[in-house]
């Protein structure tokens, strides 16, 4: 019988007990494997970085345009397993984000604006201890869906790059600098008290209906306004002229603190003409001018443009 062979060790145990692993391996052991999934770092890990690593993290700490580009993937629909290429408007999505507490985005269907949030708190979780931060969509599932892109840009990063993880769960994750963060739906009492003091993201905010809306902005906006610096983005394409229509147009005027962000339909790669006519054959000029233009759509069915409506002010109703 010949000797079982050796397994050289990847990783030594510190006076601690914590695991500690170079930073030079391709992957991690699977002794420092949250639930033995692969290259996901668990908490109680320590990484004896290399020089050049601890440069990468402080770059990527201040330049979120760098971290995605070099370091975040995602699943493209046609080529797989890809670096996230930033598009022009998509790094003036950042660059609102980065800079303004309150923003709002207005955006044609399938423009990436979920994926373009989700890496946005990614970024903010990983280089910030002890924030909260949530997505919020007027269903659990798509909830859940913007969260596992969130999820899968943070596995795919390098191990040496990530902070260790204490819950890995469907709909929140939790990691060892304190951070935190959740996804659930819409509903009339929001996220009442919950402290959220990272980001708080609402996707398709005009699907969900106005009651619920107000009652949900009255329950979760003073977790908001505890914090000072505690973000709302807010992501939608038009759906009439209602509760968005309104907070849009504030902003626009500059009569709220949201910062507006418009996405054009033509900035988004393959949509040219032709993707314009075919489009407007399938679904009918109504609806691409609502879901593609961004226009608002009375409740007249009088389609008025969106750039008109943005022209319009109107005052609150004054008492006499």
């Known amino acids: 019988m010949g000797r079982t062979p050796t ?3 990847t990783y030594r145990m510190s006076l601690e007990g914590k695991l500690i692993v170079p930073g030079s391996l391709k992957e991690l052991p699977k002794e420092a494997c949250y639930d033995n999934i692969p290259n996901l770092k668990k908490s109680m890990v320590l990484i004896e970085y290399e020089p050049w690593q601890l440069e990468e993290i402080t770059k990527c700490s201040m330049d979120i345009e760098y971290f995605c580009q070099k370091y975040v993937y995602i699943n493209d629909a046609d080529r797989g397993r890809v ?3 930033l598009r022009d408007y998509q790094k003036r999505m950042m660059s609102t984000y980065t800079n303004n507490r309150f923003a709002v985005t207005m955006c044609p269907r399938q423009g990436g604006k979920s994926l373009i949030v989700s890496v946005f708190i990614l970024h903010h979780m990983l280089f910030n201890a002890d924030k909260t931060s949530a997505i919020i969509a007027n269903k659990a599932s798509i909830a859940r869906e913007i969260f596992s892109k969130l999820k899968m840009a943070y596995n795919e990063l390098p191990y040496w790059l990530q902070m ?3 819950e890995w769960h469907k709909s929140s994750m939790h990691l060892e600098n304190g951070s935190h963060v959740f ?4 509903s009339a009492d929001g996220i009442r008290g919950v402290m959220v003091n990272g980001i708080l993201f609402l996707d398709e905010f005009a699907i969900i209906r106005r009651n619920i809306a107000e009652a949900f902005f009255e329950s979760v906006y003073p977790t908001i306004a505890a914090s000072t610096e505690a973000r ?3 992501a939608s394409t038009p759906l009439g002229m209602n509760h968005f229509h309104e907070l849009w147009k504030k902003a626009v005027n500059k009569k709220n603190q949201f910062i507006p962000v418009r996405v054009e339909w033509d900035e988004i790669p393959g949509r040219d003409e032709e993707f314009k006519q075919q489009t407007i054959k399938n679904i009918g000029i ?4 609502q879901e593609f233009e961004c226009a608002f759509i009375g409740s007249s069915s009088t389609l008025i443009k969106a750039r008109i409506l943005e022209a319009l002010d109107a005052d609150d109703p004054k008492v006499l």
């Open 7 to 9: 397994v050289k060790k």
């Open 83 to 85: 670096l996230l290429e």
């Open 164 to 166: 260790g993880v204490l």
């Open 183 to 186: 996804a659930s739906a819409t």
């Open 232 to 234: 709302i983005i807010i």
């Open 286 to 289: 109504k609806k691409w001018n």
